[in-house]
């Protein structure tokens, strides 16, 4: 089976603070994601990357950065946190285009 | 603009049959998941249409009809542990996945 494993579960972070959201594919998958789920809002893409020290904006990067170093690891920075990234990220990969994805169990972020 | 829509809560109980219908307007079309996701924990794939028609997998099973741009997921045979939220996604021209917000179902005994 896939594992997709997100550092954190819980992450409780100050306002201005510097965070890492750090996940990592045991699958050789290419292709890598983040996304964030908010109520009563479909996923939301930050940030992709379709091989290693590639990246790509989502619809929402703004405020995000990422790093993709190893094939296996993409992490997610949020360089100054704010009260609006408060949210449940979710890392995801998939070893081609046309396969489904594979979710980690997401980190809840809240940010006061 | 794109847009993904599926009801927000359904409820169902143990033994029955439940659809949950999703619509979809995309720049596109090149397939339709519908994934699970319980209560804090990770989506995981049930099903992917790209050509209209049904698609069988055990108790649960997919339609797709691209000229109505409409899918459902129907669930039969509800079990407790099938209280979860359902997650429509369609991958669009540029295969992006455009995902709604999903249809939390929740199962009565």
């Known amino acids: 089976d896939v594992k997709v494993t997100q550092s954190s579960r819980y992450l409780v972070k100050r306002t201005g603070e510097k965070v890492f959201l750090e996940c990592v594919q045991d699958m050789d998958h290419e292709n890598m994601f983040w996304y964030r789920q908010d109520p009563g809002l479909g996923l939301r893409l930050i940030y992709f990357s379709y091989d290693v020290k590639m990246k790509e904006k989502g619809d929402i990067p703004e405020g995000y950065s990422v790093s993709r170093e190893k094939k296996e690891r993409f992490s997610l920075i949020l360089e100054s946190a704010s009260t609006n990234q408060t949210s449940m990220y979710l890392c995801?990969?998939?070893?081609?285009?046309?396969?489904?994805?594979?979710f980690g169990n997401g980190t809840r972020l809240t940010v006061t | 603009g794109q847009n993904i829509d599926q009801p927000t809560e359904m409820t169902a109980t143990e033994g029955a049959i439940v659809q949950i219908n999703c619509t979809y307007q995309?720049?596109?079309?090149?397939?339709l998941f519908w994934y699970q996701q319980h209560a804090g924990e990770a989506p995981t794939f049930l099903s992917y249409n790209v050509l209209d028609g049904l698609e069988e997998k055990g108790r649960f099973s997919s339609f797709l009809s691209r000229s109505k741009g409409y899918s459902y997921l129907l669930l039969k045979e509800l079990q407790m542990k099938d209280s979860a939220s359902y997650l429509c996604a369609v991958r669009d021209s540029n295969y992006q996945l455009i995902w709604g917000a999903g249809t939390k179902l929740i199962i009565k005994p």
């Open positions: 995801a990969s998939r070893p081609v285009n046309n396969s489904p994805l594979h």
């Open positions: 995309t720049s596109g079309f090149n397939g």
